[in-house]
């Protein structure tokens, strides 16, 4: 028994000192509560006792809210520009587009004129060397009867000339 109650006077010893540590924390807390309810107290004083900085925002505000209107004015007439510049440019290029369709047309019709004419030069080409072969076929079978003439009228004359010796 006597080591019981020993323990249990330990342990009244050191519910005390917890209740004491308890006790000293909650003092502590209370007071810095009060400071930085101060502090709250005079952030809160600023901010609704001073007109002047509502002033001054709602000045901010009004200027900034024009310098956004400006900018939306320029941006929606650089919109206004571009669309203008974008249709100016669909008609330069509708009209390009329709010069080019012209314009390759005409290519058309001028190969087509070209390979008209490329097979005339050929027709007439092949024609001038059949009639250059028909004249040289002519002139060849012209010259070669000439020579065979001249050859047995030789001939003839050298059998003529033969037999007049021998006779």
């Not at 030069?121 to 092949?126: E, G, L, N, V, Y």
């Not at 072969?133 to 033969?162: D, E, K, M, N, P």
């Amino acid at each position: 028994m006597t080591i019981l109650r020993k323990i249990v006077s330990t342990a009244g010893r050191g519910r005390a000192l917890l209740l004491t540590a308890a006790c000293a924390v909650f003092l502590f807390a209370y007071d810095s509560t009060g400071a930085a309810a101060a502090t709250m107290y005079d952030r809160f004083k600023d901010i609704y006792q001073t007109p002047e900085k509502v002033d001054e925002l709602r000045d901010q505000y009004i200027e900034s809210q024009e310098k956004l209107q400006a900018q939306t004015e320029e941006l929606n007439r650089r919109a206004e520009e571009m669309q203008s510049q974008t249709k100016q440019y669909l008609a330069e290029t509708q009209a390009l587009s329709e010069r080019n369709k012209a314009l390759a047309e005409q290519n058309d019709a001028l190969n087509a004129q070209l390979a008209a004419m490329t097979d005339k030069q050929r027709a007439r080409a092949a024609l001038t060397r059949k009639t250059v072969y028909t004249v040289a076929g002519v002139l060849g079978l012209g010259l070669l009867y000439l020579l065979t003439i001249r050859l047995w009228r030789y001939s003839v004359w050298r059998r003529q000339r033969s037999g007049s010796w021998r006779t």
